[in-house]
């Protein structure tokens, strides 16, 4: 168990540990697309946990008043990405997909809101192939691909073949539950991406 909680996913058996039911449980609810899961090419499935305690989440019952008021103060709650700008001083402009970070005249990262509202996406300028990135166990690492703004010109610029790239991003999800946790080490992770990255892109 220890091995795959580190790595933030579960295995069959932690799942129906998770979410007290039987393995066979758990296993029909995979069959039948039910339930967020992957399955790796050697058959394999895991878990992410991150992923299971949201979907549990989508089936929480409340009373009508209280889900009213629960909408409300989400709606009063600074987003993740301006708490992220305002945390560490980052210079921000939207786009209509995504919002530039600036170092002086030069974007040197990218925050990628999702569709299903699950934390926010960040984008490392020139970083994908970088072998002295820091290693994060909180934020994980994702595709480019699956970023938001991958589209037109910011495709490019993500790709590293672009006019201003010449290099791969890297791309990283930050969790949601960020917001909930200002000691949770995920924080000092983003701090020490983004100042890697600011600091790279300011040698160039």
Request: hydrophobic content about 30%.
């Amino acid at each position: 168990m220890d091995k795959n909680s580190n790595q933030g996913f579960f295995d069959m058996e932690e799942a129906a540990n998770f979410l007290k039911c039987g393995e066979k449980d758990v296993l029909q609810l995979v069959r039948e697309k039910k339930i967020p899961h992957s399955v790796l090419p050697f058959g394999k499935i895991l878990f992410n946990r991150e992923r299971l305690r949201d979907w549990v989440l989508t089936f929480e019952q409340m009373p009508q008043y209280r889900r009213e008021a629960s909408s409300f103060d989400k709606s009063q709650n600074i987003s993740l990405g301006k708490e992220i700008c305002q945390r560490f001083g980052c210079v921000a402009k939207e786009r209509s997909k995504y919002t530039n970070l600036y170092l002086e005249q030069r974007v040197y990262a990218q925050l990628h809101p999702r569709l299903t509202g699950d934390g926010i996406d960040l984008a490392l300028r020139e970083c994908g192939d970088d072998e002295k990135l820091p290693n994060c166990n909180v934020l994980r690492k994702i595709e480019i691909r699956e970023l938001k703004g991958y589209w037109k010109a910011n495709k490019s610029w993500l790709e590293g073949n672009g006019r201003f790239t010449k290099h791969p991003a890297a791309a990283f999800h930050i969790p949601s539950s960020l917001q909930d946790e200002p000691k949770n080490p995920g924080w000092k992770e983003l701090k020490v991406l983004l100042e890697y990255t600011a600091k790279k892109c300011s040698q160039k």
